[in-house]
Structure formats: structure tokens, C-alpha cells
């Protein structure tokens, strides 16, 4: 693999990498409640709709158990499956 492949694979991991980081965000916000202030719901907002299209896939086919939701740690299970096969596909593995 060139260089090229290289920089393309670190830029798709990071991508990967800042999802990762923007749905544990969300479950944070989940144990500490909506927040109040205006930046703080701004983040909240963007975290959520960032990540709802992808999280709600997993809502609608797993249920939830009691007060749980598992779809964060589904999603984040899915999302690292999802990376290997991408970066093999760049790879060409």
C-alpha cells in the first residue's frame, strides 16, 4: 500500500474514531440528564441528531430492558464491525 492508502485509512479511522466519541457522548448525557445551559444543550442537540439515525436502527429491533438501552453498546459493537470490514476493503485484504 502506498501512501496515499495509509492517509486514506487514518482519515477513515478517525472518522470512525469521532463517531465512536460522539455516541458515548450521548450515553453520558443520558446519565447526567438534558443539560440546562444554551452551549451545553446545543452540544446535546447536535450529539443527538448526529447519532439518532444510526442508534435508532438498533432502538426499533432491540428492545429495552427496564430503564436500560442497549443500543449505544450494539451500535459501538456494530460501528467497530463495520470499520474492520471498510479499512479491509481499503486495504484490499
Not at 455516541?23 to 440546562?36: A, D, E, Y
Not at 447519532?51 to 432502538?59: K, V
Not at 428492545?63 to 481499503?90: E, H, T, W
Amino acid at each position: 500500500m502506498n501512501f496515499l492508502g495509509y492517509d486514506v485509512v487514518s482519515f477513515v479511522n478517525a472518522l470512525f474514531y469521532v463517531y465512536y466519541i460522539l455516541i458515548l457522548v450521548r450515553v453520558i448525557f443520558s446519565w447526567i440528564g438534558i443539560p440546562s445551559g444554551r452551549t451545553a444543550l446545543s452540544l446535546f442537540r447536535f450529539v443527538y441528531d448526529v447519532t439518532e439515525p444510526y442508534l435508532g436502527i438498533f432502538r426499533r429491533i432491540i428492545p429495552l430492558a427496564g430503564p436500560i438501552d442497549f443500543s449505544p453498546l450494539i451500535g459501538l459493537l456494530v460501528l467497530g464491525i463495520i470499520q474492520r470490514i471498510v479499512i479491509s476493503m481499503i486495504i484490499g485484504i
